[in-house]
Structure formats: structure tokens, C-alpha cells
């Protein structure tokens, strides 16, 4: 005897509503909260520029300054790459607003933005 033939008729409303309700639930973990769309991409946005090595390198260097600042002319020799290269990993970091730029004499000198590196902590907690 089939099992089939003496469960009820049930409607594919009803089916889809209870394969529903389950996946939302089948591990116990629920489907509310976490980050929106938008919230996600500007979070993979800020993640992005500081993803690559060398720019992680670059905050570090700043971070470990005395007055949390360094001249572009410093930073070229401690990542071993040229000027420009260094100056464009640089713009991404003031881009994502992780660094703020001045401009002093004919160098450029950046200095980290404290409240975006928190940010940056946040996305984890």
C-alpha cells in the first residue's frame, strides 16, 4: 500500500507556504536583521580599499607615526614601490575617506581619519 494514496490533498499554496516557513527557519537562525543592500555595499566599498596589502601597509606606517601624519616623500621608501604608484593606493585610501590629504609645500601629506577606521571595526561587530 502506497503512502501517497492516504495523505490529503494539499494546495500548492499550502505546500510552497510550509517549504517557506521552513527554510526561513530550518536551522533556527531566523531571516530578519543583518546588513541592507545598501549598507552591504558600501561596506564591501570601504573593505575594498583596504584589501590590498600594500595600502594596508600605508595605514600602518601612518598609524605608527608620532603625529599620526606622513608626507608621501616617507612613505615611498618604506613600501618599495614608485611615487606613483604609491600616490594612487593613497587617493584610493582618501577616497574611502580613511585618509585625509593636505597639501604642504610641493609634497602631500595624509593623516588617518580615526572615526572612518572605526567604520571599518564596525562592519564585524
Do not use: N, Y
Not at 492516504?6 to 499554496?13: E, H, N, Q
Not at 615611498?76 to 582618501?94: C, I, M, R
Amino acid at each position: 500500500m502506497s503512502t501517497t494514496a492516504t495523505r490529503p490533498a494539499t494546495s500548492a499554496v499550502a505546500t510552497a507556504t510550509a517549504t517557506a516557513t521552513a527554510t526561513a527557519s530550518c536551522c533556527g537562525i531566523g531571516v530578519d536583521g543583518g546588513l541592507t543592500r545598501e549598507a552591504a555595499e558600501t561596506s564591501a566599498a570601504l573593505l575594498k580599499a583596504v584589501a590590498d596589502p600594500v595600502r594596508l601597509q600605508l595605514l600602518s606606517v601612518i598609524r605608527a607615526t608620532a603625529d599620526g601624519e606622513a608626507c608621501v616623500c616617507d612613505l615611498t621608501p618604506v613600501v618599495g614601490l614608485s611615487q606613483p604608484t604609491v600616490s594612487h593606493h593613497l587617493k584610493v585610501l582618501v577616497e574611502a575617506g580613511l585618509l585625509e590629504r593636505e597639501k604642504r609645500g610641493t609634497w602631500a601629506w595624509f593623516r588617518l581619519v580615526p572615526a572612518r577606521l572605526d567604520d571599518v571595526t564596525a562592519i564585524f561587530r
